[in-house]
């Protein structure tokens, strides 16, 4: 009997509602970001990821007043990500109510942010996302850190990247393979795994899910402490309950 | 009244909340207001972040005496550092607590230490764990034995003083969990985040009478 691996899923949201893309090109309308929320923390979900893809900067503010309303009505921990820019930022959404601020693009502009805000606010509260993709550079190949959604290659190693975050103060590390996102092949397990060896901190496991078993292969494979996904809850193929009674007939730990 | 204490060290707003779910008609107040806190009839000391910081936080705020007045006469709920700051000492920081209970906070350690599932330890200690129940308290009525509750921290209580332990949880070790002793019951969870287990506790602590 132990700590359970937690199972979280990505709601992305824009102009105040929640959105589902398919393969990245329509966006769906997926409802109202309260009552998703409230649906996926009845069917059991252990944190819920919420990221901010608005593009332009007019409707920021949005997602404070959306968190605000989750906040008063679901009792689980809420993260948040997407165009967090500034310390100003993080206590931003803190103080609407999220418990981790998610933070990507602008640590690798200004890495000091995860020093700053993580000092500030604890450890606890900073989640570095890292978008990775395996590059091949002459006859070697290493998992390259991406930014602005995997258009922007940066040149940084996802390893060294992943320490060098960690030693800044980031409390939790969320690992996307750009390569795996939206496949359905399932988690890149070798980038989890080598990113979860170095660090002490919990990681979470992202891009690729397409089944069940793939979340259970990230745990036991990948050795992640989390998995995140969107489309598989999204779309009604599987119920979050669902995954944990498959998740617990592999032995896996869940809450229940 | 109900205070649950402000002194600038992070979000309160989500103990607020469940306080409110809860019990929606109660008087609740985030307060950094000396007066508040004598006034209030039940107190939460909630803390979140480094607890050197906290301490420090406190202190600059004058709120030392308040909380310790708090904690020898009403009920009152310790939550995460909350807990921490009522013993002796912490290693983190090597800074003094509140020294209202005797015990050391001490670090993880991970050097040795594999989780159940043969990987390396994480620190902090995130998610949801199972909560033990020692003994039988006012606190603990409609939450089963073992349910999970959710934690995140790197510091755990280490105390000779047996008497006051109420709950243990088990990261590679066994630790307490909760504390309780007289009119004082303290987490290292987060009950205001725990789901439906987390608000059964608020509300068990709205309607203690101690």
Partial sequence: MSLAKRIIPCLDV??????????????????????????????????????????????RGLILHIIENVAKEVFIPLTVGGGVRTVEDVRNLLNAGADKVSINTSAIINPDIIYQTSSRFGSQCIVVAIDAKLTLEG???????????????????AIEWAEKMVSLGAGELLITSMDRDGTKKGFDLELIKAISDKVDVPIIASGG???????????????????????????????????????????????? | ??????????????????????????????????????????????????????????????????????AKTKPFLGICIGLQMLFDKSEEGNVDGLGLLSGTIKRFNNQNSLDESGHKLKIPHMGWNEVSQTNKHPLWQNISDNDRFYFVHSYYLESQDKSIVSAETSYAQKFCCAIAKDNIFAVQFH??????????????????SI
Avoid at chain 1, 43 to 56: K, M, N, R, V
Avoid at chain 1, 231 to 236: L, V
Avoid at chain 2, 191 to 197: D, Y
């Fill in chain 2, 191 to 208: 009950p205001e985040k725990s789901s439906l287990a987390g608000l059964e506790l608020i509300k068990n602590f709205i309607q203690w």
């Fill in chain 1, 139 to 157: 006859s070697k190949s290493f998992w390259q850190v991406f930014t602005h959604g995997g258009r922007n290659a940066t040149r940084l190693n």
């Fill in chain 2, 1 to 70: 009244m109900i205070a649950i204490i402000d002194y600038g060290m992070g979000n309160l707003k989500s103990v607020f909340n469940a306080f409110k779910q809860v019990s929606p008609e109660a008087d609740i107040k985030v307060t950094s207001n000396p007066a508040d806190i004598k006034k209030a009839h039940r107190v939460v000391f909630p803390g979140q972040g480094a607890m050197p910081d906290c301490i420090r936080e406190l202190d600059e705020r004058n709120l030392r005496s308040s909380v310790i007045d708090a």
């Fill in chain 1, 209 to 256: 899910v397409g089944d069940l078993q793939h979340l259970v292969d990230g745990i036991k494979i990948g050795g992640a402490d989390a998995v995140l996904a969107a489309s598989i809850f999204h779309f009604g193929e599987y119920k979050i309950s669902e995954a944990k009674a498959f998740m617990k007939s592999n032995h896996i730990e869940i809450r229940q």
């Fill in chain 1, 14 to 59: 824009t102009d105040g509602r929640v959105v589902k893309g398919i393969n990245f090109l329509e966006l769906k309308d997926a409802g109202d970001p309260v009552e998703v929320a409230k649906k996926y923390n009845e069917q059991g979900a252990d944190e819920l990821t919420f990221l901010d893809i608005t593009a332009s900067s007019d409707n």
